[in-house]
């Protein structure tokens, strides 16, 4: 293919993942398979490689993210990002309407719509493009985190239709709850603390540096203020209709998630149904934006200091409920963590019965003074997760005794621990506490470690019971005999489980890594570390010099990883699973050729033909060998914008040659 083709075909393979892109992500429907799309995005990918001149910053290859970014940098607004006045009070809605109909003396509609409880962004597109997305900041000016953003997939790089040539929309991103659970429950399996909420944890998510591990994590968004002169429109329903044709997804009248009205009481009818539905959503909002909907009204009634006449929010009140304290009792999660929870009189919160709420940890506990037979006051926090979040003193009797965070597992009776820096309390009995066994076994069988088929967390608990299995290895001891006898396990169930566990061997060392359930370590960090140090010899060799060198691993992982295999009963099992078949080396990627072969690099910096990822996979593909930080060994740097002055200075010191991106394509080409 020349290159007057591989452009043709990169155009035509962009636009193509680009509608199935909006059809999944926006529009909910799909015309083709995973595999389907995942093979043009990987035809798109090798063509972009090959051609780099050719490769687009809006390519859909970018949504994966890849680049680090150190600083953000601050933008100025162009139309001020105001905040909207907030009411928890009809009254007071009744209020605003009436100053309106006054201010403006004629006909009036007004459009109803969610309050997304997530991160205001504005986004900027020229010509049909994406140019840049900027958080809210101060209102004057906010933060440039367009590569975090270009990573979320209902948010168009490329436009279709009769877009204005230059104009700025602006939303809410947000964290759908199912992939905000999804989220917590991989922290919790990896023992890291949960994030407390959607709305924080999509804030904190669009600050991180590593633009591929805010791809992993799903974010969404509804876009719907279109700023810009001559957008063609009279009104801001009109124009959250036009902005959807252009292929950006916006609030759907069809799900009442916006509506136009003419009356207060179709006003407050869209705030009461709300107040009851919104439990029912798979996002969060706090409650109702009411915007008065034609522009030239908007223009006539203008702004206060800090913000528009036109608009108002009605917030939504925290449901709280009290209920009694019966007592506290203690989970052991499979790291050892120990989670307090509080058991309750059953109450009725949010369209559910909560029974439990968990104190998540000692402290917790201390700031609330929890006493037993308290009366104590239940929300749901962030919606999903129900919290104690006081305590009605009134009802306290006077011989209520304190209550206190246990000292020993209550499992095992070992002493817990509590390790600096730490919150939560740990069984350092990993070996020989029944819920950490099974729980470590239950990790390293999941669908994002082992992945094997047949076998699940009733079985394995089954099979520890019996005392078929203590820990993951003896997994591949098991024979037919063994388990077709078992209840609920008849010879086809046994057969498949068998099977499942062979086909196990075939799981690449990133993945096994990630099964071992390393405290601290997660997918990410599993693979980080694989591609780093290549096999599992040289991870039990590694000092904590070695480790923190990874990229992600910093301080609290490397610790935890020396601690893992200095226990050795962890040492045994890597030795029997190593014996089974499993892989615990990094699979040797293809060469495309030995031009840097016996030469180091070090790559450093925010890139724009590759990622970083890219140019260390370029490296290894090409012979090279890529090491964490600059030494006399080292042979060059591949220097991108934001090199650290560090290494700039060491390298410079150490006359080590330093490449720009293009003189490293150049290079390889």
Request: include cysteine; charge should be negative; aromatic fraction near 8%.
């Amino acid at each position: 293919m020349n290159t007057v083709e591989a452009k043709s075909r990169i155009e035509e393979l962009s636009e193509l993942i680009n509608y199935h892109n909006h059809l999944y992500y926006v529009e909910s429907r799909t015309e083709i398979s995973d595999e389907e799309f995942d093979g043009l995005l990987r035809a798109l990918q090798e063509l972009e490689n090959q051609f780099p001149e050719w490769a687009d910053a809006n390519s859909p290859t970018k949504r994966v993210g890849g680049d680090i970014t150190k600083k953000f940098p601050t933008v100025v607004h162009e139309y001020p990002m105001l905040s909207l006045s907030n009411t928890y009070s009809t009254e007071e809605i009744i209020d605003w309407e009436n100053r309106v109909k006054k201010g403006v003396g004629g006909p009036l509609n007004y459009v109803c719509e969610l309050k997304y409880d997530g991160v205001a962004i504005g986004i900027r597109y020229e010509n049909g493009e994406f140019v840049r997305a900027v958080t809210r900041g101060d209102g004057m000016q906010g933060e440039d985190i367009s590569a975090n953003v270009k990573t979320i997939r209902a948010i168009p790089l490329k436009l279709r239709g009769d877009y204005p040539a230059v104009f700025e929309i602006r939303g809410e991103i947000f964290f759908p709850l199912a992939n905000f659970q999804r989220l917590n429950k991989e922290r919790e399996e990896t023992g890291e603390s949960l994030f407390a909420n959607p709305r924080n944890s999509a804030s904190g998510t669009l600050k991180l540096q590593d633009s591929s591990v805010v791809a992993s994590r799903g974010l969404d968004c509804f876009l719907y203020g279109v700023y810009g002169e001559d957008l063609g429109t009279i009104g801001h329903l009109e124009t959250v209709n036009k902005a959807a044709q252009w292929g950006f997804k916006t609030p759907k009248e069809v799900l009442n998630y916006i509506r136009k009205v003419s009356s207060i009481e179709g006003i407050v009818d869209f705030i009461q149904y709300w107040d009851k539905a919104r439990a029912d959503l798979p996002f969060e909002i706090d409650g109702v934006v009411i915007k008065v909907d034609d522009y030239q009204q908007q223009k006539q009634l203008g702004f206060t200091a800090k913000s528009p006449r036109w608009a108002i929010a009605y917030k939504f009140k925290a449901e709280r409920v009290s209920s009694l304290l019966e007592e506290v009792t203690y989970q052991v999660g499979r790291t050892g963590a120990i989670t307090p929870v509080a058991n309750l009189t059953p109450i009725a919160l949010g369209g559910t019965i909560v029974k439990r709420a968990s104190l998540h940890n000692s402290d917790q506990i201390e700031k609330l003074d929890l006493h037993e037979g308290d009366i104590v006051y239940v929300e749901k926090g962030g919606e999903i997760i129900p919290k104690i979040v006081g305590v009605d003193l009134s009802q306290r009797k006077a011989t209520a005794n304190k209550i206190e965070f246990i000292e020993n597992c209550p499992e095992c009776n070992s002493p817990l621990v509590r390790y600096d820096g730490e919150a939560q309390h740990y069984c350092p009995n990993d070996t020989g506490c029944p819920p950490q066994i099974t729980g470590r076994i239950d990790h390293f069988i999941s669908r994002k470690a082992m992945n094997i088929d047949g076998l699940g967390t009733e079985t394995v608990t089954q099979l520890f019971k019996e005392g078929l299995i203590h820990n993951s290895a003896d997994l591949y001891d098991l024979t037919l005999e063994q388990i077709e006898g078992l209840e609920r396990m008849g010879t086809k169930s046994a057969e498949n489980l068998l099977n499942g566990l062979k086909a196990s061997l075939e799981v690449p060392f990133e993945r096994v890594l990630f099964a071992l359930g390393i405290r601290h370590v997660g997918e990410t960090v599993a693979k980080k570390i694989a591609k780093s140090l290549k096999n599992i010899d040289n991870l039990l060799l590694a000092t904590y010099d070695d480790l923190i060198a990874i990229d992600e691993v910093g301080d609290k992982i490397a610790l935890s990883i020396i601690r893992h295999f200095r226990d050795e009963t962890n040492v045994r099992i890597v030795d029997k699973l190593r014996s089974k078949g499993l892989r615990f080396e990094l699979e040797e990627i293809a060469q495309d050729s030995n031009k840097l072969e016996g030469k180091s690099f070090v790559v450093s910096g925010v890139f724009t033909l590759f990622s970083r990822d890219e140019l260390k996979k370029l490296i290894e593909s090409n012979g090279g060998k890529n090491v964490g930080s600059i030494s006399a060994k080292t042979d060059f740097v591949v220097a991108g914008e934001n090199m650290g002055p560090a290494k700039l200075d060491k390298a410079n010191k150490l006359n080590i040659p330093i490449l720009s991106e293009q003189e490293f394509n150049a290079m390889i080409s």
